[in-house]
Nanobody, 115 residues
Framework: QVQLVESGGGLVQAGGSLRLSCTAS????????MGWYRQAPGKQRELVAT???????DYAESVKGRFTISTDNAKNTVDLQMNSLKPDDTAVYYC?????????WGQGTQVTVSS
């Protein structure tokens, strides 16, 4: 059974930092592109950052220079370090594992940034 379990969300003031973590089980971690997506109220889910098994990363323009995605292949975890948070970063953040023909989602973790 595949599980992606996120942790680390919460409430933070603008300018603060949070670190999200996602632990994957039931998959061969290195076969997937791991990523973080977010969905704000009334908006579509959007890409935040992805990282390949080779370490190549991709970021949404809105988070470049503020967020950093990383993996620990030995622990099957993917983290998202979020610095200089803004109220616009408020959303439910979802962990994603994507292969060529299928993918998996976590249940999401709420991040709220107060002004």
């Amino acid at each position: 059974q595949v599980q992606l379990v996120e942790s680390g969300g919460g409430l933070v003031q603008a300018g603060g930092s949070l670190r999200l973590s996602c632990t994957a089980s039931g998959i061969i971690f290195s076969f997937y592109i791991m990523g973080w997506y977010r969905q704000a109220p009334g908006k579509q889910r959007e890409l935040v950052a992805t990282i390949s098994s080779g370490g190549s990363t991709d970021y949404a323009e809105s988070v470049k220079g503020r967020f950093t995605i990383s993996t620990d292949n030995a622990k099957n975890t993917v983290d998202l370090q979020m610095n200089s948070l803004k109220p616009d970063d408020t959303a439910v953040y979802y962990c994603n594992a994507r292969a060529r023909a299928h993918g998996y989602w976590g249940q999401g973790t709420q991040v709220t940034v107060s002004s």
